[in-house]
């Protein structure tokens, strides 16, 4: 029995769990230092009103043998596929709700639809990113290029005509960097991966962040996109579903490659390793995508929103280079006084009881870098940044 | 782009969907014929109470401040862990919460953990089997072997010591056959596991089907087991979970190969590609496990089983060959008058109105078999028994 030697190129331990560790470590040598967290990007805010009653109603159902439900599609209830097309067609973006598949999540979907790709591929992937492109591909033994984000290009990289790749993997708004393309350099990706037939996995879990009604929040909202991207959501920021777990991916019919709908394989995928998402889940899902859901969204997002501005204030006071904190939950920092990204982990969480993430964890152009999150609550970002303002440079 | 040429070679649909479609066409053309659904495995009795409760509760607590969660252990809560190590406990089998993963079910799982293995492995797959157990391993272009169960092996075959292969599935009490192996049996295939450092994939999902006091509900109720199985199992049969979504994978400490140890693999595999189970549906599985969960989860297999009983009886009467239906909850009977898997599943169909499902959807040796299974409610299924007395060999 041989195990897969993907597995042995990783690195030790996944980013937020070596975090956790060090967090750990660091509690139990000093008990008394209060700790807050603006670090891993997990939500702080309860679920809506409305979507709790949606799911103890669901829950009663399954109770009762009249309303009680089994298996059902392994893509999703057709009732909470539409919702998602109805939120669409409110961007402008017309879908069929067999395009639509539910999911557990979009870390998940982002891993699994990797399945449907030969691993010869070559994968291109923005430095810096979230982990889970980079360990996935290393897990399934594929070629990965590197396009690096800096403070040149704001950390929004664009193609240029001799790069060369497969697949592609953007985020928009970014996790790490906050950074968010425009419409004009979204429809740059999108004629690049059409010119090569390549496909781009467009990661959208932040979509509900941008404010600015000029910038995109799908990639389809972009001219030709449906017949090169695949798009990746989540409900997890959106509506505070990261203990929930529920997303979905969007897979359109006019995506064909070697004579094949990838929508058809990603289907037979799902319907093979998958078994869908708990109508319990579900029907809490639904409920986030009527009126009063999506008020009751909108307002959390605010809450975060407002969050990211009075840390964009502090940095701005303390004359530190940052992007991201507007239409995005993260705030993207340079170290101060060029310490490395690490050092400045140990530093904050030594000096302040501040956790936050180091950028050398998303790549080595991180390096340099620190990631802070708006997911907190006001009284923890307001007590953290009390604390910052006296940061010695 | 290249797409993943595994799934070129799949056949073109997913079994359970070709006979949806079949039985969707039937009804548009008889839509005063009643059907009574023996084939796929849902189960039709509502939730526990207890459940029930817990699962309401939950999705009020993620409605609170106080008590909302938002990310937890992707490989599950400890709560949920240490209960399902209390309820191996009482099969005589010791486990630590770090050797239990937490899933959205079986399916899953069975498909996900060959991540973790090399893709130049050999698989062992019995025949007739769970379709997934092979689609899966076309997809990432494993070299599978065919082990046959036939009416002489009682459907139950036993490894030869000439055998050799990585990997092999085993499910027991099985799915279709409803056959289950003895300790001496299961002892058999460890030992041989054991031999030539094979991993055994152990699908336990029907266990709690097991009354016989003799027959094993576990595979590490058998020596030596631990070095050399992972156990996979599922609530969804055991408490009606098909639609609630929750299973567990056990990968012991001990499991080696190569130096590595597998728990650290799949620890390393979920941490990347998933993101845990839905808090609520935590708090649902964890009531399974508590007294009054076990006992009313015990009433409706009860309830099950006698389904299993009347079918069995009938087939007896009927002078049909079949196995199972005793500790599991699928009856597999050999076709009457020579008539093939589809030609029979046509003829119960158009006939009787009785949608079952074809044993050559389970491997080539299932054909002119086919499977009835005992989740139906009574009356119906006492209805398809009236029908199938007038069975004409």
Request: glycine share 10%.
């Amino acid at each position: 029995m041989k195990i897969n030697p993907g597995f042995l190129n990783l690195k030790d331990r996944y980013l937020f769990a070596l975090i956790g560790q060090k967090v750990r470590e660091y509690t139990a040598q000093n008990p008394s230092q209060e700790i807050i967290r603006l670090g891993i990007g997990d939500v702080t805010l309860p679920l809506s009103p409305v979507v709790v009653a949606a799911m103890e109603q669901a829950a009663e159902e399954m109770g009762r043998a009249e309303t009680f439900r089994g298996y059902g599609d392994e893509q999703g209830y057709p009732f909470l596929r539409q919702a998602i097309c109805r939120y669409y067609a409110g961007k402008g973006v017309n879908l069929t709700d067999t395009e639509v598949f539910i999911s557990d999540g979009a870390k998940s979907d982002l891993g699994n639809i990797l399945d449907i790709f030969a691993a010869e591929n070559t994968v291109l992937i923005q430095d810096p990113a979230y982990p889970v492109y980079v360990d996935t591909n290393i897990m399934a033994g594929r070629q990965i290029k590197f396009l690096a984000g800096t403070v040149q290009n704001d950390f929004l990289p664009l193609p240029s005509p001799d790069l060369e790749a497969d697949l592609v993997y953007i985020c928009s708004p970014n996790n790490p960097t906050g950074a968010v393309y425009s419409r004009e350099q979204l429809q740059q990706w999108v004629d690049w991966a059409l010119d090569r037939e390549a496909v781009i996995l467009f990661d959208s879990a932040y979509e509900a962040f941008i404010q600015d009604p000029e910038l995109p929040t799908s990639i389809y909202e972009v001219e030709g996109a449906k017949r090169c991207a695949v798009e990746i959501c989540s409900l997890s920021k959106t509506a505070g579903f990261t203990g929930v777990r529920c997303g979905y991916t969007v897979v359109p019919h006019e995506l064909v490659r070697e004579g094949v709908a990838l929508n058809e394989l990603w289907f037979r995928r799902q319907t093979t390793k998958f078994n869908g998402v708990s109508y319990i889940v579900q029907r809490g899902a639904e409920a986030v995508f009527t009126p009063e859901g999506l008020q009751q969204t909108r307002e959390s997002i605010q809450y975060y929103l407002e969050n990211a501005r009075l840390i964009s204030s502090a940095l701005e006071e303390l004359g530190l280079w940052f992007t991201g904190g507007r239409n995005a939950p993260y705030i993207w920092l340079q170290c101060p006084g060029g310490m490395g990204s690490w050092e400045f982990f140990d530093y904050l969480l030594h000096q302040y009881g501040i956790v936050g993430t180091p950028g050398a964890g998303f790549g080595q152009q991180g390096e340099g870098f620190f990631r802070l999150t708006a997911f907190g609550r006001r009284e923890d970002v307001l007590r953290a940044l009390e604390r910052l303002v006296t940061l010695s440079l």
